[in-house]
Structures are given as C-alpha cells and as structure tokens.
C-alpha cells in the first residue's frame, strides 16, 4: 500500500493505491494523524488505486471520520472501487460519509458554505 497526502485550503487528500489490511493499519493512521496535526480537518480520501481493503482499513476509514469530526472536520471518499462501494452497503455505512467521483467535486463540496 502507498499514501501520497496532497494539501490545499485545509483540506488533505489521502490518495490510496494498493492493498488495505491489516498490516496497513499504522500508516493509514499516521498519514491520518498527520493531515490531522498541520490542521487539515477535512479528509478526502481517494481510493481510485485500492485493489483490496478488508476489514481493518475499513475501521481506519470510521476511525478517521471520528477524528476529524472532533475537531470540526469531516471526512470523504473519492471514486472507489465497485468492490469497496459493495462493502460499504453491506456494512451499512455507504452513508456515513460522502462519496464523490473525483477529488475536485469533494474539495469543492468542502469549501462549500455550510447549508442553513
């Protein structure tokens, strides 16, 4: 697995290709805490290069969705495989976070100002 972090207006792009397992689980966190730390609170996370992601990196996803929502962050995922989106549905969390098919419609949903 490989994480390339783009930044820009506060907003980290974790750009994902490879694996994502277990064995991954700290450097998805660190790449997590990272962004987290130079004060990028919104995460886009691109999964267009994912091949495989089990169980754990799914819990590195929720857990970085609960790391930026308390520091007023949130988090979004960009193009992912067919076989991620079906994981998602069948966990039931396609809807805890929003799914965008490029990294521009994210960014720009994230500097969107928020809906009254």
Known sequence: MKIVTERLDGIATL????EV???????????????L???DTRLVFDFHGV?????TG??????????A????????????PQML???FRTLGIEHAFPIYPSREEAQRAFKAPPAK
Do not use: H, W, Y
């Open 85 to 87: 989106q079906k994981m």
């Open 69 to 80: 929502a308390a520091r007023a962050g949130a988090v979004a995922v960009v193009n992912p």
């Open 37 to 39: 730390a130079q004060g």
């Open 58 to 67: 799914v819990g590195c996803l929720l857990s970085a969705q609960k790391d």
């Open 21 to 35: 397992d277990a064995a991954e689980k700290a450097q998805v966190g660190a790449a997590v805490r990272a962004a």
């Open 15 to 18: 750009i994902v290709t490879g």
């Open 51 to 55: 091949t495989f992601m089990g169980s």
